[in-house]
């Protein structure tokens, strides 16, 4: 099973600000790899697959990259309905499987 | 629109049983393979099964296999799962989520289960 481990855990950002978000898998998950945003008690909504591909109606400061084993999520100019958890997701091999998420706190 | 209008969700004592539901409509039902994903509340998500497009491809994952039963009725465009032997680690929101050239764009509301004495 592919293990998905996320960086940080939490990271208290100011809106306006700019933050980069880090995946990394135990194995290759060639692209892959899919980002989401959750907000609380909410369903998970998809900002990014196939590693660099916005989903439609994701605003272009949300950027993915990233192929193989690490992959990066990059907000420029933090919104304030942009904080949230974030959450990896390689679905290369089953069991697919998610990164323990990261928390986007306003600073 | 897309949209998966889950139900079933409930409050079970440890041993017993439920079926969830998840009705899609606004897409082509039969061309996706459809999967379950769920959350404890406050955790993280995980995945539970998956579903090919006519019923007949079924995956698990370990921690639910032979309890739980993924199934499908495409004339009726719903999706269920069919939680057995339920044990407090259960417990969870369960999501349907639909996987397609967009990954997996289109998720239902969630759905919580309770397992508790």
């Known amino acids: 099973e592919i293990v998905m481990t996320q960086s940080p855990a939490t990271l208290s950002v100011s809106p306006g600000e700019g933050v980069t978000l880090s995946c990394r898998a135990t194995q290759s998950v060639s692209n892959d790899l899919a980002w989401y945003q959750q907000k609380p008690g909410q369903a998970p909504r998809l900002l990014i697959y196939a590693a660099s591909t916005r989903a439609p109606g994701i605003p272009a400061r949300f950027r993915g990259s990233g192929s193989g084993t690490e992959f990066t999520l990059t907000i420029s100019s933090l919104q304030s309905e942009d904080f949230a958890v974030f959450y990896c997701q390689q679905y290369n091999n089953w069991p697919y499987s998610f990164g323990q998420g990261t928390k986007l706190d306003i600073k | 629109e897309v949209q998966l209008v889950q139900s079933g969700g409930g409050f079970v004592q440890p041993g017993g049983s439920l079926t969830l539901s998840c009705a899609a409509s606004g897409f082509t039902f039969s061309s996706y393979w459809m999967h379950w994903v769920r959350q404890v509340p406050g955790k993280g998500l995980v995945w539970v099964s998956r579903?090919?497009?006519?019923?007949?491809?079924?995956d698990y994952a370990d921690s639910v296999k032979g309890r739980i039963t993924i199934s499908r009725d495409n004339a009726r465009n719903t999706l269920f799962l069919q939680l057995n032997s339920l044990r407090v680690a259960d417990t969870a929101i369960y999501y349907c989520?639909?996987?397609?050239?967009?990954?997996?764009?289109?998720w239902g509301q969630g759905t919580l289960v309770t397992v508790s004495s």
């Open positions: 579903i090919n497009h006519d019923g007949r491809t079924t």
């Open positions: 989520v639909r996987e397609g050239l967009d990954a997996f764009a289109a």
